[in-house]
């Protein structure tokens, strides 16, 4: 394999986000450093400054069209990778916008928290265009290691450290395994680069893969790899958790999206059945055991759990229209979750609690935050015409065309279960009398992140046009994806003979 | 096959959103007799609307009239369209009317929260409109899901008994459960579409659109399939029994406003004709369906009238009746002949005025005992001679006693039934008898006779508002029951195409015949 490491300005352009959002990362600790009486809400929005401008970088390459790959295709830059890093700055500046007044909880608070937070994000747009096992390693594992700071965040706080502790040792455990299935596949293979790859069914790469599975499986939170989302969900900063529910996930997906299509394609038909076993244990297992927390941060964890199994089903059917849907899925569950994460942040600082009991009478407190929270549950739940809704039709129909019908089977039984516990909340919040009836007040910056979340998740459930134009673009490289299909779809012969 | 009329002004659409944007109005008022004026003014702007489509409509058509058609989402074929016809257009005028008379009834029977009661009423009223005006199956299944969240809301914050929250979570639980069984049935006429679009037109087109669905021939064992997925999504609806335990909870619970609508406006029923029949006709009429079916219907009646015979509770009374009654409607729709549909539509109609009716009788009743237990009543007919009266004239009603609208209805299945297998009608028969028997012993314990321990003594007649409801339920029910026919002439247009379309031989004909027209 020959490097050719001699880069353009031209292609440095394609890592103009990058390069821009590190730059002003060295801003913001520099203004941190320099003027240690800065109000560290100047600081909040001048780091979501920077990721506004990067955003908008961003949306300028997508409506151009620019792409390319660099450094020998460990870097690319295509419409995908442009969706996801879109997907990641997003959710991060809303993050930042609900971590604003929470931080004043944390002992010794400088701005390092949001350099942590920026830094997190710049890892996971590496990990969006990260094309080759090396480059997957290192920007998961960057990304990764702003987590294992902020989960633990809380110092003072036995939870938040527990949270931390368990977090970092599964974390440094999944890396391990991540790491050795990277060289077992690079011993068999001899290529590093997913697109060269086409391996062919040996014991080394066959257990190569499974451990790469087993290492984006715990990134993504999915059941067998799911044990340490609950604890660390409930124990970590609820802003922390917020980012952690989404981002990751987002930047996970783009890698297993490129994995499995680019560099497994022929191996479809074996992983459809592992991805559809691992769909139906999350969706199944989380659901149910959601229904017995008390905890509203441990609840959105378990309904994160079930949502990735969505997602998977979406993954399973192996076709462009289902990585279409996931797309548009994550869409719609980063809206419903931002919102949803935003409300207990927001009510956690008014009442000092995340209990479910204490969501009790949220109605006569507060209408606006009981009623967005209805709606980001019941978008969640894939109640119509909420985005979780289209998501979830979408990701259904893709699956059916590909005739999963048992998956598609378990998939709505999980709905109706997941309903339950939905409603309990809703429960809660209107019919169940408030303890302490005073008004629950939210910030200015909480507020835009529930409209913003709301925004979302009402327009892309009434007018998803736009949103699935797009995501269909995103994945135009999967457009003539023809993996030897698992299921055989014979035409239809016409009808009666 | 199917022609569409439209007109250039989209009244449909005003239907649909004119509740719902009412309740947003209703949010932003303070005085709560200001409220309750604007939703009365809302409800009958609703139900003029509703009466002008019905003037407008051509009888004796086919066609779907009024459409309004919108891309919505293409990339899925999902469009926004809406449109009546001779099946639908009545249900309209049905739940505009029934909107009314609850807002009169809740007048001052609701007394807490009242703004968000009728904001809930009203947006219950949006969804169930949408329910029965639209001509895509994403867009119907939109509004029937929607439906719960207001129904939910209703039963459980303004509802009567102890067990409602019970009531409300097993309500919206069993009938997602069904929906989402339904879901699944649409997704695959979808792709069925998708597939049929991609050999005989060559493009890659999804459609949810019922009436492209219906070009599209679907090979039998699929057509079994989607047959009973959609089933199970009506019947928890409908509910057909035996997927109905959660029928009697829900309208002993919820408040009486609430079960007017639940137990007057027949969804599940409806969507039998509007979207299995049609899309699915060789499974609906395929001898393993056909008997299932009816036999379902069958137990339905019976057991839904045996079970009324012993309830000592009026309103779990009417609830079995009303399973009752949905055995009828079921047994006229799978004797698949004119006669059975036509009686089964007509019924699904009369249903919506002497149920309903006997609810809002027995809202009368609750308010004046707070209860609707029978050993609180007895003999009341020589204190409230008007309220017995009326009671007296909906009940005969919903039994079907000639002269009434019930037995319009109930002829025309039984009918149908006797048409179509002798032991049909046969066995329906005995349900008109245990009819008869379970309302008027029930009425005559409850008014007749000596004077009950628990009745008050100065128990008040019916006031103006509970006149008012009851009259124009009477004026309706005396209607249909002696000149039914501008009824009939509005159905009949659609029942007879839904029977030619059911008595295509097979689909290997209904295909020749589309690849010669495209040829």
Redesign the interface.
Known sequence: MTFNLAISFADLLLLLPEIFLTCWLCVVVIVDFACPRIPQERLAFLSVAGLLATLGCLAWFDLSHVSGALFGNMFVLDRMALFFKIFIVGATALVILTSVQYVDRFAFFRGEYYVLVVMSALGMMFMASANDLLSLFVSLEFSTLGFYVLVGYLREDLGSNEAGLKFFILGVFAAGLLAYGISLVYGETGKIVFSDMAPTATSGTIIGFLLIFAALGFKIGAVPFHSWIPDTYHGAPTPVTTFLSIAPKGAAFAILLRIFFVALATFKPVWVFLLVAVSILSMTYANIVAIAQRNMKRLLAYSGIAQIGNLLIGLAAGTKMGNDAILFYLLAYLFANIGAFAIVIAVGQAIGSEEIDDYSGLNRRSPFLAFAMLLFLLSLAGVPPLAGFIGKLYIFVAAMKEGLYTLITVGLINIVISMYYYLIVVKKMYINEPIDPSPVQISGTMKAVVYVGLAGTLVIGIYPQPVIDWVVGATVMFANFAGPSAVVTPPVPPFGG | MLEELTVGFPILSCILFLPVLGAMVLWMLEDEDMVRTSALAITLVELALAVYVLLRFVPESAAMQFTERVR?????GISYHLGVDGISVLFVGLTAFLSVLVVIYSWDTIRHQVKLYLMCLLALETTTMGVFVSLDL?LF??FW??M??PS??LI??WGGGAER?YAA?KF??YT??GS??M??GI??L???F???AS?HRADQT?SFDLLELLAA???FDQQILIFWLMFMGFAFKAPVFPFHTWLPDALLEGPIGMAVVLAGVKLGTFGFMRFSLPLLPDASKSETVVTVVVILGLCAILYGAWMALVQQDFRRLLAYSSISHLGFVVVGLFALNFQGLQGSLLTMINLGFSTAGLFFIAGFLYSRQQTTQLASFGGMAKQVPLLATFFLIIGLASIGLPGTNGFVGEFLILLGAFKAKWWFGAVAVLGVIFGAAYFLWYYERAMLGPVGKAVKSTMSDLQLREIVIAVSLSVMIVWIGLYPSPFLRIMNGSVQALVDRLNHD???????STIEEGR
């Open positions: 919505w989402i293409p990339a899925l994403i299944f939109v899901e929607l719960l969240i939910y809301f459980k914050l929250h979570l919206v639980l997602l459960l989402v069984f879901l699944v997704a695959l979808n792709i069925n998708h597939q049929w050999l999804y021939p679907i090979p097979t689909v290997a004909a209904l295909e020749s």
